[in-house]
């Protein structure tokens, strides 16, 4: 497709379990991000990847979040042992490059929700 | 501590009735100031960047312009289908290139 895809759009799942959410950027983006929006919150930044390398973590809340990019391609986010506070969409973004001059565009997230 | 604060956080407007939302950012250093529109259950899409104090950018019925603490976007004669939920977010200088995002105004435009 010609836009960021994400899957799946929604996840409902019990507390203690892991998720896998998916993001395939646009094609020939070499530079990706994840944030989380938190209802009546605004985006967070979680991490971005350049290529495959992921040069800005600073945003994971905590080592149950990981990330991974392979083929400067498709990404993955990972939480493990889902707690309720992790409720929330988790939107995908990506660029040409990584700079200002290439804005971010964003898929229409994943809808978490933790029983 | 960079931050982006958007007023307000709510808004009604009769079709036709012009209004301008406000962006006001504290930032080390801007390397640009972004403007998304979001439709409930989508993700943002882009409208304008602007890297500079005394941009202005134009789309439509929206023109967006900066100053060096904030940013408004000005919304000429709106109609029901500009409904939606604006966003503002800065990109800092200085080694990552993460959007920092206000919470953003909810537009509600009445036919």
């Known amino acids: 497709g010609a836009g960021v895809s994400q899957s799946p759009s929604n996840k409902v799942t019990e507390k203690g379990k892991d998720v896998e959410l998916r993001c395939d950027p646009i094609?020939?983006?070499?530079?990706l991000y994840w944030y989380r929006q938190r209802l009546g919150q605004g985006l967070e930044f979680l991490i971005y990847f350049q290529g495959n390398s992921a040069p800005d973590k600073s945003g994971l809340p905590s080592d149950r979040f990981s990330a991974e990019r392979t083929g400067e391609s498709v990404s993955t986010l990972t939480i493990q042992r889902t707690q309720q506070e992790d409720s929330a969409v988790y939107l995908c973004?990506?660029?040409?490059?990584?700079?200002?001059?290439?804005?971010?565009?964003f898929g229409d997230g994943t809808r978490l929700s933790i029983l | 501590e960079d931050q982006v604060t958007q007023s307000p956080e709510a808004l009604r407007l009769q079709e036709g009735e012009s209004s301008s939302l406000n962006c006001s950012y504290t930032v080390s250093g801007l390397r640009g100031l972004f403007w998304y529109r979001q439709d409930p259950g989508k993700g943002p899409e882009f409208l304008f960047t602007?890297?500079?104090a005394g941009e202005e950018k134009e789309k439509e019925r929206l023109k967006a312009t900066l100053t060096k603490k904030e940013s408004f976007l000005h919304i000429t004669a709106p109609k029901p289908e500009d409904s939606a939920t604006y966003l503002c977010?800065?990109?800092?200088?200085?080694?990552?290139?993460?959007?920092?995002f206000g919470t953003g105004t909810r537009l509600k435009v009445l036919a």
């Open positions: 973004a990506s660029s040409l490059v990584t700079g200002t001059n290439q804005p971010q565009h």
């Open positions: 977010a800065v990109q800092a200088v200085g080694g990552t290139y993460k959007y920092i």
């Open positions: 602007l890297y500079s």
């Open positions: 094609s020939g983006h070499t530079a």
